[in-house]
């Protein structure tokens, strides 16, 4: 039993670090990255990071460092996907620049901690750090969880890395139950309610079609018409109009043109 729950965690690990090529896809579609906000691509990366040196200390190449490697490579390879569709128009909603240096900023982090101190030391706050960073990851989708409500509309989470991530966290809960190891069981139990919320949002506010706003309803046609035109009045209008002019003028104009009459 616990060599199932392993499998399916390390494939469900897998999957929702690869989770974010649909997002790629979405991107090369609409030429932009549109209300996606790249959090969570960073935080894939940065989680990445930690667990990986981790794992090479701990000399847990398999399944461990292998996961965080796939893992880090495709949370890189999102962030540059994301650069460079977010140099298209319209301009991008998210800069992206500062999250690439925090990424940058936490591997430099991971790997000075790993040569500055001794290994069990490294590995204690690699450990408590990863930990930090599991939850991040699984919080991250909810940064834009008042532009969801607000515009009653999901499209600013990521649907894949909400479902494959509550799955995910499903299997290490369950694992780590089994294993009695709260290091395991316990920030994914966290990780089950955050993405539980996320799964709970895209059901509550499904997301709008492109070009249309929440609230607004589509303008209904309107014919106009028009009346008539009568010749005779127009005329007798245009006359009126003649005569009053000449009231208006002047007598010694009024005299000056009979004269030339």
Not at 34 to 56: D, F, Q
Not at 125 to 147: E, H, K, N, Q, Y
Not at 151 to 177: A, E, K, Q
Request: hydrophobic content about 45%.
């Amino acid at each position: 039993m616990i060599v199932i729950i392993k499998a399916l965690s390390v494939m469900t690990a897998i999957a929702m670090n690869l989770s974010p090529l649909a997002n790629i896809y979405e991107f090369r579609k609409r030429g932009n990255t549109g209300e996606t906000h790249p959090l969570p691509l960073a935080m894939i990366a940065c989680n990445a990071s930690i667990w990986g040196v981790y794992a090479l200390l701990k000399e847990d190449y398999f399944p461990l460092f292998a996961t965080n490697l796939v893992s880090g490579i495709g949370g890189w390879t999102h962030l540059m996907v994301f650069k460079m569709y977010s140099s298209e128009k319209p301009p991008p909603k998210y800069d992206i620049m500062p999250l690439i240096l925090m990424v940058i900023l936490v591997q430099f982090m991971a790997i000075s901690c790993a040569y500055s101190m001794e290994p069990k030391e490294s590995i204690a706050w690699l450990g408590t750090f990863g930990v930090l960073m599991v939850i991040g990851v699984f919080a991250s989708p909810l940064v834009v969880i008042a532009d969801v409500i607000k515009s009653r509309s999901s499209g600013g989470l990521s649907r894949p890395l909400s479902i494959v991530g509550f799955i995910c966290s499903v299997c290490w809960t369950w694992y780590g139950f089994l294993i009695e190891d709260v290091y395991i069981w316990g920030p994914n139990l966290l990780g089950c309610i955050l993405t539980g919320v996320q799964v709970l949002l895209i059901l509550v506010f499904p997301r709008k079609r492109a070009g249309k706003k929440a609230g607004q309803k589509t303008p209904k046609s309107t014919e106009i018409e028009l009346a008539p035109v009568n010749s005779t009045s127009v005329e007798d209008k245009q006359e009126k109009g003649s005569v009053e002019m000449v009231e208006l003028l002047p007598n010694w104009m009024v005299v000056k043109k009979d004269r030339k009459q």
